[in-house]
């Protein structure tokens, strides 16, 4: 199981490099925010990972607090770029 979660990490850091990649290529300030959004969902998915690996349940709590962040963010951003018109 090991195995799976090394590999799952590995993915999740190729990711997350493609993530970063674009968000360095584009010059819209949408598709910067979008390409960060990514990128904290993949980190959220990296501690779920570790939580699993560890078998340890107070990662949890992180992941809730990063989860709602995530979607207010989220939320916050669309308003953003609607009253911007970008």
Known sequence: MTVAYGVAGLMLLGAMALALLSMARTQSVALRLVGLELLLTL????????????????????????????????????????????
Do not use: E, H
């Open 43 to 86: 980190v959220i998915s990296g501690v779920a990972i570790q939580a699993a690996a560890t078998l340890q349940d107070s990662y949890l709590d992180i992941l809730l607090a990063a989860a709602g962040l995530s979607f207010v963010a989220t939320i916050t951003v669309g308003r953003w770029l609607r009253t911007r018109g970008d």
